[in-house]
């Protein structure tokens, strides 16, 4: 006879850790979007203004994000003010620390970069505001100088994307679905993937399918899907071959949550999105869009659902993280 661990991550963590973990991804995978398309500025120089405008609306996505992800976080923690003695945490050998600081110079480096590229310079934000402007002018460095800021923001991107998942999957022997092996790469393919949708969405809506690097992001998007789709089999096959708890974690999740794993996480997040971007593929492949306006609209609308499917996508992947997650039994005979 065995006694569950009544305390699931689901009773005491709920959805708001879920959507902190979504928000989390999102914030990192939205700056290493838009900082690529700030590096290529310089390579694409038919697409600067374009490529510019992206990464400046990637860093306000990437700040909204780990603000608000960050807010959940630390009511949900039930001491707010706790947070003000973050200098305190100093143990290099935890993910919570190191989360932490991560989280902290993720945030004032995306938030500089937003300064940086929105205010004080032509063809920034569309609003004067003089002392943001002048504090820009006043911090701006050199642009090779911010381009390897840029650059180290992306390896920070990285650990904002993952630290999570490698937090959690410290109790896999525990909780089979947060696999140590597999689960720090899907919370990674997930990241990237929502990162280029939300930033290159925003973009289709705002400057148009073409000559943006839409196309491109894309496709790119596209293999990214694939790869979380394969590290997504991949845990499940790993969960159906395990152990009790992850043998009922795998059948909980097909019976109980077939919904949110077979229509959220697959059908809207991965499949969809792929399903239509060959269907856009086959639109530019049968006519040129820079005459066919009509075309290019459709193509412009599929583009932008995409995008929306793979964010709703990396969303419901959270939630199945939280939701679907079951405890080994604490008690046997």
Not at 133 to 155: H, K, M, N, W
Not at 165 to 181: C, E, K, N, R
Not at 225 to 240: H, N, P
Not at 283 to 308: P, Q, W, Y
Request: net charge negative.
């Amino acid at each position: 006879m065995s006694m569950v661990n009544p305390l699931l991550p689901a009773e005491f963590w709920g959805t708001s850790i879920g959507i902190y973990l979504f928000l989390g991804g999102l914030a990192g995978g939205a700056y290493i979007a838009g900082a690529v398309a700030d590096l290529l500025t310089t390579r694409q120089p038919d697409r600067k203004e374009s490529y510019f405008a992206t990464a400046r609306w990637s860093m306000v996505i990437a700040v909204a994000a780990i603000s608000i992800g960050g807010l959940l976080l630390v009511f949900h923690l039930g001491e707010p003010l706790n947070v003000l003695k973050f200098w305190l945490f100093t143990n290099s050998q935890s993910w919570m620390t190191i989360g932490i600081w991560v989280i902290i110079l993720f945030t004032a480096l995306a938030a500089l970069q937003a300064l940086w590229l929105g205010f004080g310079r032509e063809h920034g934000f569309p609003v004067d505001i003089g002392p943001i402007d002048s504090l820009a002018q006043v911090t701006r460095p050199s642009e090779s100088i911010r381009r390897a800021i840029t650059t180290f923001g992306i390896v920070i991107g990285v650990l904002l994307a993952v630290y999570t998942a490698l937090l959690i999957s410290a109790a896999g022997d525990i909780v089979p679905l947060w696999d140590q092996t597999w689960l720090p790469l899907l919370f990674l393919t997930s990241s990237l993937s929502i990162g280029i949708a939300a930033v290159f969405g925003l973009t289709v809506l705002t400057q148009g399918f073409l000559d943006t690097g839409v196309q491109e992001f894309s496709v790119a998007d596209d293999v990214i899907i694939l790869a979380e789709l394969g590290v997504l089999g991949v845990l499940m096959w790993t969960l159906k071959n395990g152990g009790p708890t992850a043998v009922e974690t795998f059948q909980y999740i097909m019976n109980d949550g077939w919904l949110l794993f077979w229509g959220g996480v697959v059908g809207v997040g991965l499949v969809g999105p792929l399903v239509l971007s060959g269907l856009l593929l086959g639109i530019e492949g049968r006519c040129d869009l820079h005459k066919n306006t009509i075309m290019c609209r459709r193509a412009t609308s599929i583009c932008a659902v995409k995008f929306g499917m793979v964010v709703v996508g990396g969303l419901m992947l959270r939630l199945l993280i939280i939701l679907g997650a079951l405890n080994v039994p604490i008690i046997g005979a």
